[in-house]
């Protein structure tokens, strides 16, 4: 059914649940699986390195790629093959983008939560999806 699976993993609790739920199915259906770990820039974080340089976004980029090392070590065990892919910018777009550059089948991310408020401000990033996935999109929920 599904032959390339894209995990999206941020580390969170719903992107923990999304990486059981994918390595789940990447499982049952034998399918090659592609790890993505997106590196979000905020408008705010942005315009305060352009005014005064710090090592922030050093420091961002290394808590992301060991997330993705943890992503990628849970895989492993549970018995799955595993490339690892770190994106910067936009999450929509970026998992939208890899999905299609590795032909993805089917693109797994976790559920979050949101306000009103940052659903407004931040938008959400499965519903942007629909509109940049060229495939099949779980979004998987944890128990609550």
């Known amino acids: 059914m599904y032959r390339t699976i894209l ?14 739920q994918g390595a789940e199915l990447a499982s049952l259906c034998q399918a090659r699986v592609y790890l993505l770990a997106v590196v979000t820039h905020e408008l705010g974080v ?17 808590e992301v790629r060991r997330v993705l090392t943890e992503g990628a070590e849970a895989l492993r065990r549970a018995g799955l093959s595993v490339d690892t892919r770190l994106a910067a ?9 890899m999905a299609h550059e590795v032909g993805a089948d089917l693109v797994v991310v976790g559920h979050r939560e949101q306000s009103a408020m940052a659903r407004w401000w931040h ?22």
């Open 7 to 20: 995990l999206a993993y941020d580390g969170s609790r719903q992107g923990r649940e999304a990486l059981d």
């Open 89 to 97: 910018g936009n999450p929509a777009e970026e998992i939208g983008r």
């Open 46 to 62: 942005a315009l305060a390195e352009a005014a005064a340089p710090s090592d922030l976004p050093e420091r961002e980029y290394q």
């Open 123 to 144: 938008g959400s990033v499965g519903a942007s999806l629909l509109a940049h996935a060229p495939c099949s999109l779980l979004v998987a929920v944890a128990d609550r």
